[in-house]
């Protein structure tokens, strides 16, 4: 919450994970991303710290505000996020299997405020 001139102004935010399109056919200047997942209010105040794996799909944002690590994964609707089993997913239902992202883990450190995050240049941390 920060105050202002009138009053508690809440800040509010919105994560945004997009999907790149590749095939050069379908992809044109104007466009070549479509929005794949929103979460409102990923974090309580402001997002201090974003950062993606460097060759899974996996992010981790940071809050200043509640001093909270968000992990988020893409997943497919049936909750699976192996190949293995997505594949399994789609073939036992008629419906495709959608991948999207979701918040999986959380995690903070005595309360304290985050400022930032990152991986390591080989991924492992």
């Known amino acids: 919450m920060y105050a202002a001139a009138y009053g508690p102004v809440m800040v509010e935010s919105t994560l945004r ?5 590749t095939n050069t056919q379908t ?8 929005l794949n997942t929103t979460a409102d209010c990923p974090h309580k105040g402001s997002i201090s710290g974003l ?4 060759w899974l799909d996996m992010a ?24 293995a089993a997505a594949a399994a997913a789609s073939s036992s239902s008629s419906s495709s299997v959608v991948d999207h992202w979701r918040c999986s ?9 985050l400022s930032g995050c990152s991986f390591s240049h080989d991924g492992s941390l």
Do not use: Q
């Open 17 to 21: 994970f997009w999907n790149m399109i």
């Open 27 to 34: 992809a044109n200047a104007a466009a070549p991303y479509t």
């Open 60 to 83: 981790v944002t940071t809050g200043s505000d509640d001093g909270e690590l968000k992990i988020w994964t893409k997943s497919n609707r049936s909750g699976c996020r192996s190949a």
């Open 105 to 113: 883990s959380v995690a903070g450190y005595k309360g304290l405020g």
């Open 51 to 54: 950062a993606t794996h460097p």
